[in-house]
């Protein structure tokens, strides 16, 4: 099953308003795929091939400090002190002090830097390449139908993301984990991604979606969730 016809069953299946976004490392500049115009952050990136578009980015197009350490694309000894502290995001309401910054930074995920050079982004019906994780926003019911097809012939429990950026916990820990992830983003991504108040976040590892597509739709004959 190719690409767009998985995307079509899955978002049948599931009644889906925004495509899914397929998100692949890389370690040379793809030839059939051009580059992001200008710099937009790794949030933004994920809401632009929301709308269908296709590019990829290197560091010289990711905004974001957050977005280039998360996804590998920069080393965090290359930011000034105060980045790699976390001292400037206290003034800006997201942690009290630099300890709790850096208690939080324990638990976040990030690619190694030094591997990957690119991120090519597409919506998934549109992506002809095979996607490292897909990444979706839904509504809370659908992203629980998306965790019980996943368990469905498993038992394998999704991983629930904290407030760490959408960069990390969306992208870099299904990535790393290899496993489904769901959460609510983070204060700045939802302020960057046109999004619903009500909108939630899942991420499953590119690995992963074809299982998950053929146990909803085996899910759909049963009695709990047949469709109304």
Known sequence: MDNEELTTKFTGLLKLENQPVAIKWAVEEPQNIGKEEGKSRFCSKLGKAMKGEIFYSTLEEEECMGGARYSGLKNMSEYPANVQSGAFMVPRGLYKNIPAVQRSREN?????????????????????????VIFMVLNAKQGMEILHANAYDSGTHGIGADAAPVCSSMAATPYMAGRVTYGFGDVASRQNMDIKEEDIMVSIPGSEMSRIVSNLSEMRTKVLFKDE
């Open 108 to 132: 976040e995920t990030y690619i190694n830097p030094g591997i990957f050079r690119v991120i090519i982004f597409a919506p998934l019906n549109k992506a002809e390449f095979e996607p490292d």
